[in-house]
């Protein structure tokens, strides 16, 4: 008897468990909303989706790369034809030749692959079969180059299209840091080669000025310099409208004045590095601080004093 009570319990403690509904419901978590919000990719994000470098197995001879660095000669076999130490290379472009096996005393076969200009046949060992250089993504295949082709399928998809840039931080045309403006329309003049960290170099004219932009890859581990980053199909200013066009104005020259929004500053300014705040009896005081000593003082979600 005390057996089938002692079933009975533990059948009708299972039950409850499975029938209230609320147990085994999992809780829906931030990390939850994030991934969502991750999968829904914008426009801009999938723009270059299906554009990427040739993978190896699909160079051919003759294929085309740009020189981004003089550190490539740190990387070729030393020849009697000339002096490794002495190679300037950057800014020139080399031609694929091909690649052939060196065998180890392990008999593994490390692929070395040729490359040359109008001069000489540059040789370099990947130290990886040809199994580990196919896996690789083609960019870092060989260092210091960027692949003239994929420059020129970016080039083709870019050059001519009216986009609204997202960045202030312009280059003139020897590449040197520049003032300028975000959130406004900009006519893309052209794509060429651009460092070692960034392939691409952007340039466009923006109401009879000519600038340009370092841009990553969509497959590059660098993710702050991407095409959706610097660049968007839509005006950003149709999404503000409560904002007077006075302080847009503002805004697309990085400005702030007294009686500014917070979201006003943050699109001015971008993201403050560190926020205090202070309650006090008139309210809530706020101190956004920036790097170069810039700074600004809120009151109640308005801006009273600033030093930019």
Known sequence: MKISILCGLLMAFVLSGCFTGIENTGRIT????????????SPEEIFFDTVHPADFQHWRPGKLFYVND???????????????????????????GGYKFIRNIDNSEDVVISLSDSVNTYYYNTGKTIDEVE??????????????????RIRDMLVGKTLYIKTSLWLDSERNNI???HY??????????????????VEFECDGRKAAVYMSSQISSIKNMTFDKLFSFTDLRKNYSQITDANWERITRGDVAVSMTKDECQLSLGSPRS??????????????????????????????????
């Open 184 to 201: 406004v329309p900009v006519v893309i003049t052209n794509v060429s080669p651009g460092d070692v960290v960034y392939p691409f170099f």
């Open 70 to 96: 003089d550190n490539i000669r740190l990387i070729f076999n030393p020849s009697s034809l000339y002096d490794v130490g002495s190679l300037q290379l950057k800014g020139d472009t080399l031609k694929y």
């Open 135 to 152: 896996a690789q993504k083609s960019e870092y295949i060989v260092p210091f180059l960027t692949d003239l082709d994929y420059v020129a």
């Open 179 to 181: 003032d300028g403006l």
């Open 30 to 41: 931030e990390k939850d909303v994030s991934r969502v919000r991750a999968d829904k990719k």
């Open 275 to 308: 926020i205090e705040r202070v309650p006090t009896h008139g309210g809530l005081y706020e101190r956004w601080s920036y790097d170069n000593g810039v700074y600004l003082i809120f009151e109640n979600g308005l801006l009273t004093r600033y030093r930019k």
